[in-house]
């Protein structure tokens, strides 16, 4: 099938006069998906991904919204084609939906506040009427400072939230896992003592993966911490690290109850918490800062669940 003619919104729209486009076929147009999804192009969203691509004479190349119809043109059937730039809708609709992610944010922020300020507001409240015993005064400050730390821990968390999102690894370099990994779990070995929980280390002493230093105590302390949390009494925490191909895939596998199969790919969403994990002190936030550390260092990070019981995070560097 070949052009036979072109509206001029047409001929603008891929920078060709009539006599050039007459004759054409669409393939002549058209960008493969191997071409779109080289590396530069391979950051566009999937739906930008799904579109059609047409290059125009100037080398650009769009993606399109198209559409046909049938028609008799000078006495012979033939088909109407109708090809839109998508790239202002597809911009349009991200910007929406930063937006709408905003929103959605910023409402499970207030959510998570709302508790502690309530209850700020209550206990002052009462003390203000007048509180004749000591010791009642005494636990309502107590209860008011719990929970300003419960909001300043919040602030806290929120802050490394968007400063790993912002971040640039900006000093990588090659670490020797094994070492740093003894000196991050050494920390929590008074937390997991008290809990009568071990925690075992099987790391490779050559094992070296590149990124920033200063990053990996984040990363690796937000595992840890979940894994004691999630851990029974006497239970057991292991960090494993291996080499698989370029990457070194060092994990942290707890001995709890494990993760539902339905939220294995929802526990780095902010504020995420299932109705098992909300009985455990946190703020949804953890995961999510860890999966922003690990993507600035150009990695990657997933959980799984151990067959033998228990959840494991696993990060490759």
Request: proline fraction near 4%; aromatic fraction near 6%.
């Amino acid at each position: 099938n070949r052009f036979l003619e072109a509206n001029e919104a047409a001929q603008r729209l891929f920078g060709m006069s009539m006599r050039e486009l007459r004759g054409m076929q669409e393939k002549d147009l058209s960008v493969s998906a191997e071409a779109v999804r080289r590396p530069k192009a391979e950051r566009r969203s999937e739906e930008r991904l799904s579109l059609p691509h047409y290059r125009r004479k100037d080398g650009s190349v769009f993606p399109a919204d198209t559409s046909t119809a049938f028609l008799m043109l000078q006495g012979r059937p033939s088909q109407l084609w109708m090809v839109r730039d998508a790239t202002e809708r597809l911009r349009n609709k991200s910007v929406r939906r930063h937006q709408e992610d905003q929103d959605v944010f910023m409402g499970e922020v207030v959510h998570e506040l709302r508790a502690p300020v309530a209850i700020i507001q209550g206990f002052a409240e009462t003390m203000r009427r007048g509180v004749r015993r000591a010791s009642d005064r005494s636990e309502f400050l107590k209860s008011i400072e719990g929970q300003a730390v419960r909001m300043a821990h919040l602030v806290d968390r929120l802050l490394d939230l968007s400063a790993a999102r912002s971040k640039r690894a900006t000093n990588p370099a090659p670490v020797f896992a094994a070492k740093l990994l003894w000196e991050i779990v050494s920390a929590f070995v008074p937390v997991a003592r008290r809990r009568g929980i071990s925690i075992k280390i099987d790391i490779s002493a050559d094992l070296a993966v590149v990124a920033d230093p200063g990053d990996l105590p984040h990363i690796f302390g937000n595992l840890l911490d979940n894994a004691i949390k999630f851990s029974p009494k006497g239970g057991e925490i292991w960090v494993r690290g291996r080499t698989e191909g370029v990457e070194g895939i060092i994990s942290v596998k707890d001995s709890g109850g494990g993760i539902a199969p339905e939220h294995l790919s929802r526990v780095f969403e902010r504020f995420f918490r299932c109705a098992r994990t909300r009985r455990t002190k946190g703020t949804g936030l953890g995961l999510a800062i860890v999966q922003g550390i690990v993507t600035t260092n150009k990695g990657r990070v997933w959980a799984e669940n151990d067959p033998a019981g228990g959840a494991v995070f696993k990060v490759a560097l």
